[in-house]
T-cell receptor, first 116, second 114 residues
């Protein structure tokens, strides 16, 4: 398994500001992902963070709102820009561990964001 | 649309009883993974079952996969109060542009009463 940490674990922010969430993996991984979990809901994939290239965003998510960095094989950041109360969610990063036949995906503890 | 649908949405049982949760999906998968989430915290990876596997065990967990019916089940035997959590299935479509991406079901909220 992989150990994945996130910072901050939670934050309360004002409308219109931005927050950058950091994700650190204890081993080198090819693929990292960012998910959003709105209150009482399941997880939705925001984007795939690719090392050495731009992130790949899912439908409904755009780079201007959720810029992502992936400077190396163990680290990624997600920024939630120009926040509104609708952005209040848990944001989780994850990473794939590849074995012979399948990808097990492990998650960080999440960042609980509240926007006032 | 959501790939995975889970039922029941909520399940309440007594300690010692077994809990069964079901997951259905719509398209072909590479694998299916089950996760547990306690009180809105991070997800704990429980078990991965590949598309060519039919059953897998891990401790008190038993997962089955029926690709002909596009469904999976998670059985927790001899449940404990500490098993109280939300359980999610997630499908890995893999291949092409879907490589490594997981699509999550809506989850089952399990409550185990002591």
């Amino acid at each position: 398994s992989a150990v994945i940490s996130q910072k901050p674990s939670r934050d309360i922010c004002q409308r219109g500001t931005s927050l950058t969430i950091q994700c650190q993996v204890d081993s080198q991984v090819t693929m990292m992902f960012w998910y959003r979990q709105q209150p009482g809901q399941s997880l939705t994939l925001i984007a795939t963070a690719n090392q050495g290239s731009e992130a790949t965003y899912e439908s409904g998510f755009v780079i201007d709102k959720f810029p992502i960095s992936r400077p190396n094989l163990t680290f990624s950041t997600l920024t939630v820009s120009n926040m509104s109360p609708e952005d209040s969610s848990i944001y989780l990063c994850s990473a794939n561990l590849w074995d012979s036949f399948a990808n097990e995906q492990f998650f960080g503890p999440g960042t609980r964001l509240t926007v006032l | 649309s959501q790939q995975g649908e889970e039922d029941p949405q909520a399940l309440s049982i007594q300690e010692g009883e077994n809990a069964t949760m079901n997951c259905s999906y719509k398209t072909s998968i590479n694998n299916l993974q089950w996760y547990r989430q306690n009180s809105g915290r991070g997800l704990v990876h429980l078990i991965l079952i590949r598309s060519n596997e039919r059953e897998k065990h891990s401790g008190r967990l038993r997962v089955t996969l029926d690709t002909s019916k596009k469904s999976s089940s998670l059985l927790i035997t001899a449940s404990r109060a500490a098993d109280t959590a939300s359980y999610f299935c997630a499908t890995d479509l893999s291949g092409g542009t879907s490589y490594g991406k997981l699509t999550f079901g809506q989850g089952t909220i399990l409550t185990v009463h002591p």
